[in-house]
């Protein structure tokens, strides 16, 4: 299985980026997927994740600015981000937890990272 992410980049404060995740290879059934974001000087913290079912978790951070979404048929979640803020600046990991058969416990998988900057 592969998290394949794009969308980030660098953008002024108070501007919008849309990062989106796909996920291919040996899938069963997807059962969260999700954003998650990390800086030097802090861990990896949870910004958003979305249930197969469509039930979403935002951040306390992010809320009234991100908007999580998911479109099941191509395995991929999008995170919108507006009014972006100079300490959104971080890399932002795709996550998804799968069932990659009808045996065994979900898996997690990690996408490989995109940077997103927030500077004028």
């Known amino acids: 299985v592969q998290l394949q992410a794009s969308g980030g980049g660098l953008v002024q404060p108070g501007g919008s980026l849309r990062l989106s995740c796909a996920a291919s290879?040996?899938?069963?059934?997807?059962?969260?997927m999700g954003w998650y974001r990390q800086t030097p000087r802090k861990q990896r913290e949870l910004v958003a994740s979305?249930?197969?079912?469509?039930?979403?978790n935002i951040a306390d951070s992010a809320k009234g600015r991100f908007t999580i979404s998911r479109d099941n048929a191509k395995n991929t979640v999008y995170l919108q981000m507006n009014s972006l803020k100079p300490e959104d600046t971080a890399v932002y990991y795709c996550?998804?937890?799968?069932?990659?058969?009808?045996?065994?416990?979900?898996?997690?998988?990690w996408g490989q990272g995109t940077l997103v900057t927030v500077s004028s």
């Open positions: 290879g040996r899938i069963f059934s997807i059962i969260t």
């Open positions: 979305i249930l197969s079912g469509g039930m979403t």
């Open positions: 996550n998804a937890v799968l069932m990659d058969s009808t045996l065994g416990a979900p898996k997690g998988y």
